[in-house]
């Protein structure tokens, strides 16, 4: 407990809060603008012609139960990106600044320490996610209001995507000190997760559906083995067909939030401090 | 804490090292070395750059896994020291803090993990006289505000030991002279003070014991003045200066002593020390206008010592 406090105050002495902060903001209201837009199109049907094969597609996402978790959970892409970043620093951070000489010499047991560490990013992730989801309850009340349909707060599909929304910032905080601990470098580590979580998606997704071509489309399913991929399936309102089922993607990112973290914390015990 | 009535605390502060070793891919940076450091006394812990020095300390604090050996602190291991601040303090290097953050925020911050209260930041910054910097960030200290942040560190639990690896580094003479005090002072109290150094020159001042290694490997180890005397080269030689420099020679050699002739006509006088040619010298009628016994310098005796076994390997 000890430890945790003394992680958090890390944290809260230095200037890195607020200036993740700060960039949350104008990122969470681009995507609010964008949710908006997008809701507003979709609820009113208005977007001309749809190729048949996408049809189940769009009317699932057309739902209201679709319509209403994606924007009580504004603001995911980027948050998830700023946490896992966060992650990131609260490890790389003691390399940078050679401060981990110090922070073993306090308390030898590294285990403890990462341990602390971890629990103190996702104490970060749960503080992000609590203010955005705060954000996004006034959001999504006047936007689902706007196109008439209603606040949809009593729904229990908004609630479970909140709460996979909070997993997802979570899983993703733990990721980042995973990272954090294997490529020390706080450059390395911060492009490092940028691309798995920007291009990673974007060139596994090119890279899958170019091998779906050729090799059939039940490679599709494997798109989920990609993290962030795994991590908007698993908070994606409802299920869309032809999408493999939600608690994939939960199981695929716990997955990876452990390795990373289990690795880590074995990579940190027996490193060499010099 | 620094009021001398310091109560014993249980174990003692002695620190064995005993057969350490530590082999990298190509390099044995430390090579079965073994050595104690006692509680109450400055131990310089000494060798030229690249000699293991660095490397020793970090495996006593376990921050370095040995390859073989052990190293004690009071008898444990430093990973098995219940609340390791309250036993060891340790300054490693003088950058270690984060640099956008205040220092007394940087010995908060360890005051939390350590379990120990808030005002123990405050208390240890006062001791070193860092005070007045103490909401200024890390970035804007001197190299010698740096240094000092360090040991008030290493101060917050009023450990017993103290091990500073090169402290003088970077340091301006009052700062040295600074450091010196309050090194004598902490040993004084009974603590143990390790401090690694290749500067020898401070070492003589400060430390009653060294510890000599070079290429990883313990070269001489004991107080100061019995390394000093067991080179036998330049010690017990006398300078002397007098306008009848051939009756005083003739005298000295009498009594079996070697006389030389330096510049200026100095005499250096081997086989007698300045007792005894003070006493020839008066016994003869011969006027005196210097006797200085020369000190062998720990510097000389350093290089004597790790001739050949120069850090590069």
Not at chain 1, 201 to 217: D, F, K, N, Q, T
Not at chain 1, 229 to 250: E, K
Not at chain 2, 247 to 272: D, F, I, K, N
Request: aromatic residues 6%.
């Amino acid at each position: 407990m000890n430890l945790v406090r003394s992680e958090l105050l890390k944290i809260r002495t230095t200037n890195t809060w607020w200036v993740f902060g700060l960039i949350s903001l104008p990122l969470w209201a681009l995507t609010a603008l964008i949710n908006w837009l997008q809701t507003d199109a979709l609820a009113s049907g208005n977007f001309g012609d749809v190729p048949a094969d996408q049809a189940d597609q769009v009317t699932a996402a057309q739902s209201v139960d679709s319509l209403a978790a994606n924007i009580y959970t504004n603001g995911q892409f980027f948050g998830l990106l700023i946490v896992m970043l966060l992650g990131i620093i609260v490890v790389t951070s003691e390399f940078f600044h050679q401060t981990v000489t110090t922070t073993f010499l306090t308390v030898p047991h590294r285990t403890a320490v990462m341990t602390a560490k971890l629990v103190a990013a996702a104490v970060l992730a749960m503080l992000f996610w609590l203010v955005t989801t705060g954000l996004n309850l006034v959001l999504g009340v006047l936007v689902l209001n706007s196109v008439d349909l209603g606040s949809q707060l009593g729904n229990g599909a908004v609630w479970t995507a909140t709460a996979l929304n909070a997993l997802a910032y979570l899983l993703w905080s733990v990721l980042g000190v995973g990272i954090g601990v294997l490529i020390r470098s706080q450059i390395g580590a911060t492009v490092t997760g940028i691309l798995l979580y920007l291009g990673g998606s974007i060139g596994a997704a090119i890279a899958i559906s170019i091998l779906a071509a050729r090799w059939g489309e039940w490679i599709n399913n494997l798109q989920v083995l990609v993290p962030s991929l795994a991590s908007s399936l698993m908070v994606s309102g409802t299920q869309i067909p032809g999408n493999p089922p939600r608690w994939t993607g939960a199981a695929v990112l716990i997955g990876y939030a452990v390795v990373t973290g289990v690795i880590g914390t074995l990579t940190m015990r027996r490193r060499d401090i010099s | 804490m620094s009021d001398g009535q310091r109560s014993p605390t249980t174990g003692s502060g002695q620190i064995v090292v005993s057969g350490l070793t530590k082999q990298y891919k190509n390099v044995r940076a430390v090579d079965n070395l073994s050595f104690t450091v006692e509680p109450g006394r400055v131990t310089g812990f000494l060798g030229p750059n690249g000699a293991g020095k660095t490397t020793t300390l970090r495996m006593l604090l376990n921050l370095v896994t040995p390859t073989g050996g052990t190293a004690t602190i009071g008898g444990q291991r430093y990973a098995d020291l219940t609340d390791p601040l309250r036993h060891v303090g340790a300054v490693l290097e003088a950058s270690s803090a984060h640099k956008g953050r205040t220092g007394i925020n940087h010995l908060r911050v360890i005051c939390a993990a350590a379990g120990l209260p808030k005002s123990r930041a405050d208390e240890a910054l006062a001791l070193v006289g860092l005070t007045p910097a103490a909401k200024r960030k890390f970035k804007g200290y001197s190299l010698g505000m740096k240094q000092r942040l360090g040991i008030a560190a290493a101060m917050l639990g009023d450990p017993r030991v103290l091990i500073l690896d090169e402290p003088a580094n970077g340091l301006d003479p009052e700062g040295i002279r600074w450091m010196r005090g309050f090194l004598k002072g902490l040993a004084h109290e009974g603590r143990t003070v390790l401090v690694s150094s290749h500067l020898l020159s401070e070492m003589q001042l400060l430390a009653d014991d060294v510890v000599i290694i070079a290429a990883g490997k313990l070269v001489r180890q004991g107080p100061v003045e019995q390394v000093l005397g067991s080179m036998a080269q330049g010690g017990g030689r006398v300078r002397v200066r007098t306008p009848q420099a051939d009756e005083l020679v003739a005298a000295l050699r009498a009594q079996s002593a070697t006389v030389e002739t330096g510049e200026h006509g100095v005499l250096l006088v081997t086989g007698a020390d300045a007792p005894a040619i003070g006493k020839a010298a008066l016994a003869a009628g011969v006027e005196l206008h210097e006797l200085t016994p020369e000190r062998p310098d720990l510097e000389r005796v350093f290089l004597e010592l790790t001739a050949g076994k120069a850090g590069i390997r």
